[in-house]
Structure formats: C-alpha cells, structure tokens
C-alpha cells in the first residue's frame, strides 16, 4: 500500500487517458450515437386536422409550471425537443402545412 502512495511536494501532474480510458469513451460516444433517433415526415405532418386554420396551435391551462408560456413541438423538427424551437415555421413553408407547438399556460 505504501509504495503506491505519491508524495505531491513539488511534483508536477499531467493527464494523459490510458487505452483503455480511450476505449470507453468511444463506446460511449458510439452508445450515445445509436441511441439518437432522426424522424422525418414525408409530406405534412398534419394532413387533415383543421386545415382551414393558418397555423393549428392548441392551449393547455396548467396551475403549476415554472414558467407562464411553455411550447412544446409538435412537428418534431426542433432542435431542442421536446420545446418548441420555431423550426415548424421552415416545414410549414416547405411543405404547405399548418403545424404548431402546444401551449401549456399557467
């Protein structure tokens, strides 16, 4: 025991990862790559729900949210999902459709 303790007066430290080290932060990265999922709609993802509307957007009254407004998407293009970002405003333009986030108000 004694012989692996180090003694720190004066001594310098530097890292360098082992391969091992190395190994599991491919893993890792790799693991984390498979778990991402890319969802694309062909066409409009709201092909018949109130398509006389500019932009269908719904309301939820909530009492206790952290926050007055939140959006969440709901055409599963934004960078930030679950929230909404404001990438079904692109979609919409190029697809004709009319999708828009959910509102959850206090």
Not at 11 to 39: C, D
Request: net charge positive; charged share 25%.
């Amino acid at each position: 025991m004694a012989s692996s303790m180090v003694s720190t007066v004066g001594a310098r430290f530097s890292y360098a990862p082992t391969a091992e080290g190395l190994k599991q932060r491919r893993m890792q990265a790799v693991s984390i790559r498979r778990r991402t999922v890319a969802v694309r709609a062909e066409g409009g993802i709201n092909p018949e729900i109130r398509k006389v509307e500019e932009k269908v957007v719904d309301s939820v009254a909530v009492a206790e949210l952290s926050k007055p407004v939140t959006a969440y998407c709901r055409c599963w293009r934004s960078g930030t999902f679950p929230l909404c970002d404001g990438s079904h405003v692109k979609h919409n333009k190029a697809t004709g459709d009319n999708v828009g986030p959910l509102l959850l108000k206090k």
